[in-house]
């Protein structure tokens, strides 16, 4: 239900599928869903991949030549980056929820701000370790 309560800002209780689009979700709501979400990316897909990567680079000399090959591909980088920023938005958003539970920044403006450090930190960490793993350095 939506309503123009208590001033001219729309409040959203129980948001109707029709009604997403006008739905700002404020950046709490995007760390908390992008952390279940970068969660279950690094239990689905992280952990089959590496183990796979990790045994294809100890089984042998030829699967080490295949592991380097896969390695080296455009597209299992682009895999890879995307786990690096799933393990990283986790991890800040993990320690700042850890904060939260012992009651640290849960006032309404430290949530916000501390949300905002968590998704600014993790996309510049991503960008670092994009411009590592294309090779700019
Ligand atoms: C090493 C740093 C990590 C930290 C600090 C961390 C922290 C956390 C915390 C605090 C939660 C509970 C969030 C809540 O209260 O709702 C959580 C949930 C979860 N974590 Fe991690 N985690 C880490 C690594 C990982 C890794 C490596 C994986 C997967 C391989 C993972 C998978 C998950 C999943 C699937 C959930 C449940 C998410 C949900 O249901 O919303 N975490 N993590």
Same mark, same amino acid.
């Given at each position: 239900?939506?309503?123009?309560?208590?001033?001219?800002?729309? *409040?959203?209780?129980?948001?109707?599928?029709?009604?997403?689009?006008?739905?700002? @979700?404020?950046?709490?709501?995007?760390?908390? $869903?992008?952390? *279940?979400?970068?969660?279950?990316?690094?239990?689905?897909? /992280?952990?089959?991949?590496?183990?796979?990567?990790?045994?294809?680079?100890?089984?042998?000399?030829?699967?080490?030549?295949?592991?380097?090959?896969?390695?080296?591909?455009?597209?299992? =980088?682009? +895999?890879? @980056? /995307?786990?690096?920023?799933?393990?990283?938005?986790?991890?800040?958003?993990?320690? *700042?929820?850890?904060?939260?539970? +012992?009651? $640290? /920044? +849960?006032? =309404?403006?430290?949530?916000?701000?501390?949300? =905002? $450090?968590?998704? /600014?930190?993790?996309?510049?960490?991503?960008?670092?370790?994009? @411009?590592? @793993?294309?090779?700019?350095?």
């Amino acid at each position: 239900m939506s309503g123009l309560e208590g001033g001219a800002r729309p *409040r959203f209780r129980n948001i109707d599928v029709s009604q997403l689009s006008q739905y700002r @979700l404020p950046a709490p709501g995007l760390v908390s $869903i992008l952390h *279940r979400i970068s969660g279950a990316m690094l239990f689905l897909l /992280g952990i089959p991949f590496l183990l796979y990567l990790f045994q294809e680079s100890l089984t042998s000399e030829l699967s080490y030549q295949n592991f380097q090959q896969i390695a080296s591909h455009w597209f299992a =980088k682009l +895999v890879l @980056l /995307g786990l690096i920023w799933s393990f990283i938005h986790h991890f800040c958003a993990g320690i *700042r929820f850890l904060l939260l539970d +012992v009651h $640290i /920044g +849960v006032e =309404k403006e430290q949530a916000r701000a501390g949300a =905002k $450090i968590v998704l /600014g930190a993790s996309v510049f960490l991503t960008l670092v370790a994009a @411009l590592k @793993l294309f090779g700019a350095f």
